[in-house]
């Protein structure tokens, strides 16, 4: 079902568009137009949760340090762990 979705024309799109910026501020403004406030909060939550998680960090220390739930950290770890590789890749990246 993951895999269905993810390869919609749509998402295909979507990813094309955003293989195209080139700058933090490019990614900044189309990321602004594209997502509320609350949609950048939760991705910036989750890339700081997951860059604890790869601190091997307590979950609790990360729920107090960040404000993510407990439920969120489970999740990211489950994605870093058992997903795509994409958080990997992008993290290594912006060592």
């Known amino acids: 079902m993951i895999e269905k979705t993810m390869n919609t ?19 900044k403004k189309f990321m ?13 939550e989750r890339l700081q949760v997951v860059k604890s998680i790869q601190k091997e960090l307590p979950y609790r220390t990360i729920s107090q340090k960040t404000g993510a739930s407990t439920a969120t950290i489970t999740r990211v770890a489950h994605w870093l762990h ?7 890749l992008v993290l290594g990246r912006v060592k």
Not at 33 to 41: A, F, N
Not at 82 to 88: A, F, S, T, V
């Open 9 to 27: 024309r749509g998402m295909k799109e979507l990813f094309d568009a955003v293989s195209t910026i080139q700058t933090a501020a490019e990614a």
């Open 32 to 44: 602004r137009d594209l997502c509320t406030i609350s949609e950048l909060q939760a991705m910036s």
């Open 82 to 88: 058992h997903g795509m590789g994409g958080y990997e």
